[in-house]
């Protein structure tokens, strides 16, 4: 059951108004298979209203703001976000079946990237630039205009601070489409915004499917630039809807991260992100650490370790708090589950294993294979679900080679106490990020994110975000 909500839950926010959509969808509790709502099941009609919207706050109220009152707004929205966050906790775990904890962590960084957008973007400069005599050259950033966002549903309450927060900071006006699967976070975010002062039509909400609602604003001439998380396959579509209006896209994809846990490593201390890197949100988690690479000497010891932390964890109903909850949807629990059937042919280090007295909700076990090799299909293919492999390796060269043989590159772990080590790998490894004896870094607002290969391009987080956000004007004056 849901809370009691300060707005219809089934509305769509358009230019400021609440409104009732053409029709609805059902949105489910992952935990128990319960509806929990009806949304809105947005039209290319009523995105075109929304882009419109934009287009109005842009051309009224929402340009006049300068830096520092776009800061200010951003600063009181992460206040509320802040003061709010126990409601936003129950309302993404209900709808995300995000553990309790796990969607407490996403509100607090919600908050923290309006903070830290708010008080980045008055900070934000241009350049002057030595030219020919007579002329004095310099940039200005300005906004793109009107803003995309197409979210997924494993972290809304990120996702929607790292792209719409830092959107909004720079002065574009943005039409946020949620996912079908989970969109409640996304709507209390914009009812909040309004309380913050952002005036109306600076941020549009239109739930509804990805092929209806999200092929239209990926499509729509009058969108300025595009953010898309989630899968390859509609981020490729959503690039080439974009690419038919010439406009420029984030991707932010997914990927197959690995951690590498050198001869050295101090195995204390990377237990728990080898592990929970992989385990957090059930592994639907586009920077999830899916493959342990392993050097052979420490193999029985990661293999024995990790498989009793596994044994440790409980899987249960978002709203009890367990270490892993159910997966989003049906869909995604039988595409896990295809995986794990598909894999007969590995050896199952460990597994949390799933009550039968669990509701009838979306679990699948979690599971760590290991040995595996790094060709086979586990080791290769993003599975978002909480399934690890573990990979033996002999020397650097290989452990490098494995880690890069993906099709992806978002985020990549060295576990050693080598500093030699550390570096040349920092700089071979084909990945938007690299952390070293650590992995994730605390989840980072300030730092940027993004892949290479198929997990995308672009850069998200940090002041990186406010340069995307953006673009650039030179200015080149004649005075003699
Ligand atoms: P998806 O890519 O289909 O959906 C993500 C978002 O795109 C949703 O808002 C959806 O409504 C929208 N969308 C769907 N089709 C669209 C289209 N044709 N045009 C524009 N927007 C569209 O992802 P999914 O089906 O929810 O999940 C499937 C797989 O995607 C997962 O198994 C996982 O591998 C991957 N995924 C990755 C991430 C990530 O953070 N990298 C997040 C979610 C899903």
């Known amino acids: 059951m849901l809370p009691d909500i300060p707005f219809d839950p089934s509305q769509l926010l358009i230019g400021g108004q609440w409104r009732d959509p053409s029709d609805t969808l059902a949105l489910t509790n992952p935990s128990d298979g319960s509806d ?86 008055d900070k934000l400069l241009g350049q002057t630039i030595p030219y020919l005599n007579g002329y004095t050259v310099y940039t200005l950033r300005e906004p793109h205009g009107v803003t995309g966002h197409i979210v997924p549903w494993n ?92 406009v420029p896209v984030t991707l932010e994809l997914g990927g197959k991260s690995p951690q590498i846990v050198f001869e050295d490593a101090d195995l204390e201390a990377a237990l728990p992100f080898l592990v929970n890197a992989g385990l957090q949100n059930a592994g639907q988690t ?23 932390a596994y044994r440790a964890k409980r899987i249960g109903p978002a709203n009890t708090d367990p270490d892993i909850g159910p997966l989003i949807n049906a869909t995604q629990r039988d595409r896990v589950m295809a995986f794990l059937d598909g894999a007969s042919d590995l050896p199952v280090l460990a597994e949390a294993s799933i009550s039968p007295d669990l509701p009838q909700g979306h679990y699948v076990p979690a599971r760590l294979f290991g040995p595996v090799k790094p060709d086979h299909r586990l080791a290769q293919q993003e599975i978002f679900g909480p399934v690890q492999v573990i990979i033996p390796f002999e020397t650097e060269d290989e452990a490098v080679a494995i880690a890069n043989g993906t099709d992806y590159g978002l985020v990549a772990s060295i576990w050693t106490k080598d500093g030699a080590r550390q570096m040349r790998l920092a700089k071979r490894l084909k990945s938007g990020q690299v952390f070293i004896n650590n992995y994730g870094a605390g989840g980072g607002v300030e730092l940027p994110f993004g892949g290479i290969g198929k997990s995308g391009h672009g850069r998200e987080k940090g002041f990186e975000a406010l340069y995307g956000f953006s673009t650039l004007k030179t200015v080149a004056a004649f005075h003699g």
């Open 155 to 246: 972290y809304p309450m990120q996702i929607i601070g790292r792209s719409v927060g830092a959107a909004l900071a720079m002065g574009n006006a943005c039409v946020l489409k949620p996912a079908e699967d989970a969109c409640l976070t996304a709507l209390m975010f914009a009812y909040l915004a309004e309380q913050a002062g952002l005036p109306a039509g600076a941020l549009n909400v239109v739930p509804g499917l990805g092929r209806e609602a999200g092929a239209a604003l990926a499509g729509h001439p009058g969108v300025q630039h595009l953010s898309f998380t989630g899968s390859v396959a509609t981020g490729a579509m959503v690039q080439q809807a974009a690419g038919a209006n010439v």
């Open 36 to 121: 929990l709502a009806r949304i809105a099941k947005g039209t290319a009609a009523e995105v075109d209203l929304a882009v419109q919207a934009a287009q109005d706050a842009l051309d009224g109220d929402w340009s006049s703001f300068t830096a520092a009152e776009r800061g200010r707004v951003l600063t009181r929205l992460g206040q509320l976000v802040l003061e709010n966050v126990e409601f936003l906790t129950t309302l993404e775990s209900l709808d995300v079946g995000k553990p309790t904890t796990q969607a407490r962590a996403d509100a607090v960084a919600l908050a923290r990237y309006c903070e830290f957008y708010g008080g980045a973007v």
């Open 286 to 308: 586009c920077s999830a650490s899916s493959r342990i690479l392993v050097h052979s000497s420490r193999f029985d010891e990661v293999a024995t370790r990790m498989g009793d």
